[in-house]
């Protein structure tokens, strides 16, 4: 067990509907990691925050947003979903700068129907 | 601009012959590196890492990976294989300094340990 959590573990939506995945973190940590992986794509970076804000971003859609709130936890809302988006996401996090390594959740396997 | 490379898809190997996953890196200044090792419908887990110092890093279950700024390289190994070693595995580099130290992952290589 990481001790990152992640819910919900699955999500079955339908194409243009919206949906919100929670992840809180290692107790300590303060940066989370979202990621997306799918089998055609593999492991993608989406968007990392450190202590309540945004500090890096990756190939993030613009459908797609995320926040860290005061007491760490983090969200990642996904808009306007389609056939494509369906993938697991991650949540990982860590203590902090590129030397620390990163905790991963169990995922959310998200299947858009 | 920094990139990592895992050159093989997949990587076979018979239990108990030592196993050997390449991961090759560009980067300029000074890398941190890293392994994580991905189960079948799990998360990934951190395996370790190399920040600074020996060149020669151990890690979880056995394995230890080797840093070489010559050849650029951060190979993870094993001694002997076991069949619950069968995963997929992930090298990640970031730069230690400067701007972007974002976390840049490889595409991953698929490790099978036949019985």
């Known amino acids: 067990d990481s001790g990152v959590t992640q819910t919900p573990k699955h999500l079955i939506t339908a194409t243009g509907q919206r949906v919100t995945l929670r992840c809180s973190p290692r107790?300590?940590?303060?940066?989370v990691y979202w990621y997306q992986q799918s089998l055609d794509q593999g492991l993608q970076f989406l968007i990392q925050?450190?202590?309540?804000?945004?500090?890096a971003k990756g190939n993030i859609l613009e459908r797609f947003s995320a926040q860290q709130f005061p007491d760490l936890h983090s969200e990642l809302n996904l808009s306007s979903l389609e056939l494509g988006d369906s993938a697991l996401y991650f949540c990982?996090?860590?203590?902090?700068?590129?030397?620390?390594?990163?905790?991963f959740g169990p995922g959310t396997r998200l299947t858009v129907t | 601009a920094q990139s990592v490379a895992q050159p093989e898809d997949q990587v076979n190997v018979a239990e108990g012959n030592p196993l050997t996953v390449k991961c090759t890196y560009s980067?300029?200044?000074?890398?941190?590196l890293f392994w994580y090792v991905q189960y079948p419908n799990r998360g990934l887990q951190f395996l370790l890492k190399?920040?600074?110092?020996d060149n020669l890093v151990k890690g979880s279950y056995g394995f230890e990976a080797e840093f070489n700024k010559s050849q650029t390289s951060f190979h993870l190994k094993k001694p002997s294989a076991l069949v619950s070693d069968s995963a997929l595995y992930f090298c990640?580099?970031?730069?230690?300094?400067?701007?972007?130290?974002?976390?840049?992952w490889g595409l991953g290589t698929s490790l099978a340990v036949n019985p």
């Open positions: 190399y920040i600074t110092g």
């Open positions: 107790s300590g940590d303060l940066s």
């Open positions: 925050y450190y202590n309540g804000e945004e500090r």
């Open positions: 990640a580099l970031a730069r230690n300094a400067g701007n972007n130290r974002k976390l840049i």
């Open positions: 980067v300029s200044g000074n890398p941190y």
């Open positions: 990982a996090s860590s203590r902090g700068g590129p030397s620390y390594e990163q905790y």
